[in-house]
């Protein structure tokens, strides 16, 4: 690898034990675009230049941590989410292209403030926030999580209330929100063979996977958490695992919520809830 225009066949060729084709080419131009800031048809259409030996080194670097599986945006520190740059580690999910759908759903509402419980990197409260004029407030467990998540609202210009909080815990506020979101841990334990390497052996664990005997744990806490939370006549928004939209729709029925919708993601799965809680 000595120019340019070897970059994609050297990574086809050192990947092509772990990828497909096509994921080892979108792998190849995505750390192309981050690395010299050029989109897959400006670097088709750009002069080949020398690669600088700083350059092969950072690529041979990324090379090896895609041999072991590890999340492209984990290698990077970076993604794309809802159009904004968000910064991501192992402390916090990646952000997936699901949870903008649940993102554009509540931009539908004409909302004034809102919790996001759970709030990882940010991405959901930071993107409703820079889309909106919604007043944001964000919760996690996790103080590592928080860091990162305060330095994505920074880097997208917004303002957003975190909070470094045990959901389990009682909290109080001055006001009720007019609706709370959250994405929390739904992955049965019971699901773990079926899970790809990257995400079992990198993603933390305590954002993804609920014991099997108890699935519903975070929904039921998040709903309890409503009950003095949330306005009369506000909104509960979900992401949700597929297989338990019954239980967690028969949840949000015993306890005063109405218009339950389930709606289902790009893939066609059952993944997002609403629900307003009855004035």
Known sequence: MKTSTDILCFFKSELNAFYSDNEIESLAYWCIDYLYNCSRS??????AFSLSQSDINRL???LFRLKKHEPIQY????????????????????????????????????FKSGIDLGT???????SLAKHSTIQMTA??????ALDLAKLN?????????FIHHDI????????????????????????KPHISTNVLDYEPELALFVKDDDPLKYYKRIVEFSHTHLKDGGVLFFEINEQKAPEIED?????????????????????????????
């Not at 400006?42 to 002069?47: A, F, P, R, V």
């Not at 919760?139 to 590592?144: E, K, P, V, W």
């Not at 306890?255 to 799965?269: A, E, R, V």
């Open 251 to 279: 949840l949000l029925e015993k306890n005063s919520f109405c218009n339950i919708l389930i709606k289902k993601d790009m893939q066609g799965k059952n993944r997002m809830v609403k629900a307003v809680r009855k004035l």
């Open 139 to 144: 919760l996690d467990i996790s103080s590592s």
């Open 153 to 161: 609202a920074e880097a997208n210009n917004v303002e957003v209330k």
């Open 75 to 110: 290698i990077l520190g970076v993604c794309s989410f809802f159009g904004l740059d968000f910064k991501v580690n192992p402390s916090c999910l990646i952000p997936r292209p699901e949870t903008e759908e649940l993102i554009r759903w509540i931009l539908q509402d004409d």
């Open 168 to 191: 389990f815990e009682g909290i109080s506020f001055e006001n009720r929100f007019d609706f709370i979101v959250s994405n929390p841990p739904y992955v049965l334990e019971s699901e």
């Open 60 to 62: 041979n670097d990324i």
């Open 120 to 126: 990882g990197s940010g991405c959901i409260a930071i």
């Open 42 to 47: 400006e670097w088709l259409m750009n002069t």
